[in-house]
């Protein structure tokens, strides 16, 4: 089993930054890849970016893309994610998941465990 803990989401002015962070313990060993995700009200769940646990491969979505930065370190078994630039339409309930089969994926049912999840919003 392995257990996920999100922290760092606000209230933040468009144009703002914010960094998550998403710390990881238990069997850590199993981890494969660890991916972020969000959810806006009344929208499906949605991929932001994906990391491999050993290495540094990452996949982003689109939408992210030169604004959003995913880094982790492995010794303290965290993932981050830097949110630069944040945009009105960023504001959603953001979620760290893990992954412990072969391959980075955008997709959610993909992934084996998943934090609680930590609010952001962004104001116009």
């Known amino acids: 089993q392995v257990q996920l803990v999100e922290s760092g989401g606000g209230l933040v002015q468009a144009g703002g930054s914010l960094r998550l962070s998403c710390a990881a313990s238990?069997?850590?060993?199993?981890?494969?890849?660890t991916g972020w995700f969000r959810q806006a009200p009344g929208k499906e769940r949605e991929f932001v970016v994906g990391?491999?646990?050993?290495?540094?491969?990452?996949y982003y979505a689109d939408s992210v893309k030169g604004r959003f930065t995913i880094s982790k370190d492995n010794a303290k078994n965290t993932v981050y994610l830097q949110m630069n630039s944040l945009k009105p339409e960023d504001t959603a309930a953001y979620y760290c998941?893990?992954?412990?089969?072969?391959?980075?994926?955008?997709?959610?049912?993909?992934?084996?465990?998943w934090g609680q999840g930590t609010q952001v919003t962004v104001s116009s």
């Open positions: 998941a893990l992954r412990t089969r072969w391959g980075l994926t955008p997709d959610a049912d993909e992934y084996d465990y």
């Open positions: 238990g069997r850590t060993s199993s981890i494969y890849a």
């Open positions: 990391i491999r646990w050993s290495g540094y491969s990452t």
